[in-house]
């Protein structure tokens, strides 16, 4: 007994090929059960029914789906009388199944092709799927990121705020988005834009779909965009600074030069003037060579500085003693120490301190190193000199006992027309400057060490001649 609710006709031969792979109890053409494959089937097997599905044809050629249901007719005592055979057309069902195949495999595709990691999270916040971009993302494969794992590639500095947030859009069924970091395994730190959107099943939130975008490299780019905008704000601070100290500095040349100028005129119009005593006139001359000296030295500062900034400072070089430069240094600067009221001394080891450079330059430094130490050291006070040999080197040492440089002036201490108190109209502040330029040129360096209340100590060291140099 056959019966089709579809009406189709169970034809004795398939034309739609290829058919699909031939299985027990089905015709070896066509797939359709057999008169006398099925029945044998069950009484084999022994089953009261037996479903399958194939392949058939139309008397137009055309092909469709049939679900055929196979089943045993007994009598009371079990003997088999027969079977009753049910035919379905299925079609629509297998095309929508192929679609939906079909749709799945495009899906899966441009997932995981994605370059947005994507991601599906329950209401627990624990990962139920995501894509390899994630993995790319944090260094976690699904196993790892089950339960809550996947919180702890989060850096650890926004782990608390990241996971808050979620569970707070979570209770409030709302969508989700954070900007942070995870902390990949391989040590990378990677900058995520992560966002997520409630899904909805039959008006009920099951959880939560999102993606994580990876912007590392805008951040990276705000970073390097705000290092040039600091970077921007440090040159025009020190543009600033630099113009105001040289208008200072200008200003501060200028009234020394005018005060050097106007006491040459007077000490020339006194000298003009008829009856004139001998003493006199001597005093009045050597107001005049002070003054002229002390304008040739300003004025050489100011030469010196600018050889120095283009790199055109001549270096005369000979065997130079520090022994014999210290003696003097001390007794060239012991007349200004002895009126301030400051102690002046130098301490020299007993090892060879012979250095090969520019004589007249070196003694230079070492004036410029003792005129700063007097100028900032109050009476009763004491500035130290000495030398020692460092390695290949002689380092020599200008210590004061003054009231010392504040941290945050230190760093500008060898800058061009720099000067702890402006309103001191304590120089051009060209002479540490000069100081450095002419010890760099001499291939050493100079430094500075100092805390305030306890003195500051300048250090500067020549390369040595003799053979004990390395």
């Not at 040459?264 to 107001?287: N, Q, W």
């Not at 301490?347 to 700063?372: H, K």
């Not at 200008?398 to 230190?410: H, K, N, P, Q, S």
């Amino acid at each position: 007994m056959n019966a089709s609710p579809s009406g189709t006709r169970r034809p004795s031969r398939c034309t739609a090929g290829p058919p699909p792979r031939p299985q027990a109890g089905l015709c070896r053409s066509c797939s359709a059960p057999t008169a006398c494959e099925t029945p044998h089937a069950l009484r084999s097997h022994g089953a009261a029914t037996r479903a399958l599905e194939f392949v058939s044809s139309r008397k137009d050629g055309t092909t469709l789906w049939v679900a055929a249901s196979l089943s045993a007719c007994r009598s009371d005592d079990g003997r088999l009388v027969g079977f009753v055979a049910v035919h379905r057309d299925v079609t629509d069902r297998k095309l929508a199944e192929a679609k939906l195949r079909e749709s799945e495999a495009r899906m899966r595709a441009l997932v995981d092709a994605s370059p947005l990691g994507i991601d599906i999270m329950d209401l627990a916040g624990h990962p139920v799927f995501f894509n390899p971009k994630c993995v790319e993302l944090h260094g976690l494969d699904l196993g790892d990121a089950h339960d809550r794992g996947w919180t702890e590639a989060i850096h650890p500095d926004d782990r608390a705020r990241v996971v808050s947030s979620w569970y707070e859009a979570a209770g409030a069924k709302a969508p989700w988005s954070q900007t942070y970091r995870f902390l990949h395994r391989d040590g990378r730190v990677v900058w995520v834009s992560g966002r997520a959107a409630p899904m909805f099943v039959d008006g009920e939130l099951v959880g939560y779909v999102g993606t994580l975008e990876d912007i590392t490299p805008l951040k990276q780019a705000e970073a390097d965009r705000e290092r040039l905008l600091d970077a921007e704000r440090e040159l025009r601070v020190q543009a600033e600074r630099a113009t105001r100290q040289r208008d200072e500095t200008l200003a501060v040349v200028a009234h020394d030069l005018r005060n050097f100028i106007s006491t040459i005129l007077l000490g020339v119009a006194r000298l003009e003037r008829p009856k004139l005593s001998e003493d006199e006139c001597a005093r009045r001359v050597a107001v005049i060579k002070r003054s002229a000296e002390a304008t040739e030295h300003l004025i050489r500062d100011l030469l010196d500085a600018s050889r120095i900034e283009s790199g055109a400072l001549a270096i005369e070089r000979s065997r130079v003693d520090f022994a014999a430069l210290f003696r003097g240094a001390v007794e060239l600067m012991q007349p200004r120490a002895a009126e301030l009221g400051i102690v002046l001394d130098y301490a020299i080891t007993e090892d060879p301190l012979e250095v090969s450079g520019d004589r007249s330059r070196l003694l230079r430094v070492l004036l410029n190193l003792l005129d700063n130490a007097l100028k900032f050291t109050p009476p009763p006070g004491r500035v130290s000199l000495q030398a020692r040999r460092s390695g290949g080197d002689v380092e020599i040492a200008v210590a004061d006992t003054g009231r010392g440089i504040d941290a945050e002036a230190l760093p500008h201490v060898f800058d061009r027309y720099w000067q702890a108190k402006r309103t001191s109209r304590a120089g051009a502040g060209l002479g540490l400057t000069i100081a450095k330029g002419i010890v760099e040129a001499h291939g050493g360096r100079i430094w500075v060490e100092s805390t305030p209340g306890r003195g500051t100590v300048l250090r500067f060291t020549v390369p040595a001649t003799d053979e004990r140099r390395p």
